[in-house]
Nanobody
Framework: QVQLVESGGGVVQAGDSLRLSCAAS????????MGWFRQAPGKEREFVAA????????YYADSVKGRFTISRDNAKNMVYLQMNSLKPTDTAVYSC?????????????????WGQGTQVTVSS
């Protein structure tokens, strides 16, 4: 069973960049389809980005397309989310998740393992 730990969150201003990291342990990252989700206060968890096992294909929510980039380094058991041109509406707790089977990257039910999350706060 894989364990996931996120890091890299913080408080930034609109227009700044952050890179989130997700470290996997207890399993081989290359075995999993990986995603990032976020949850803002009072809102449901929403899909942000996902990446296939090889890293050869990615998926993005429309709200982050062109600003965020998901990547992975299977040798290091790491997944990253590069976030550029941040907006106050990006403020949320960001969590990475791992799926044994890609049954739809946008659905939380696809994912079997979740990290605790890291807070990202973007001020205007």
């Amino acid at each position: 069973q894989v364990q996931l730990v996120e890091s890299g969150g913080g408080v930034v201003q609109a227009g700044d960049s952050l890179r989130l990291s997700c470290a996997a342990s207890g399993g081989t990252l290359s075995s999993y389809f990986m995603g990032w989700f976020r949850q803002a206060p009072g809102k449901e968890r929403e899909f942000v980005a996902a990446i296939i096992r090889s890293g050869g294909a990615t998926y993005y929510a429309d709200s982050v397309k062109g600003r965020f980039t998901i990547s992975r380094d299977n040798a290091k058991n790491m997944v990253y989310l590069q976030m550029n041109s941040l907006k106050p509406t990006d403020t949320a707790v960001y969590s990475c998740a791992a799926a044994n089977v890609n049954s739809g990257p946008y659905n939380t039910r696809t994912y079997d393992y979740w990290g605790q999350g890291t807070q990202v706060t973007v001020s205007s």
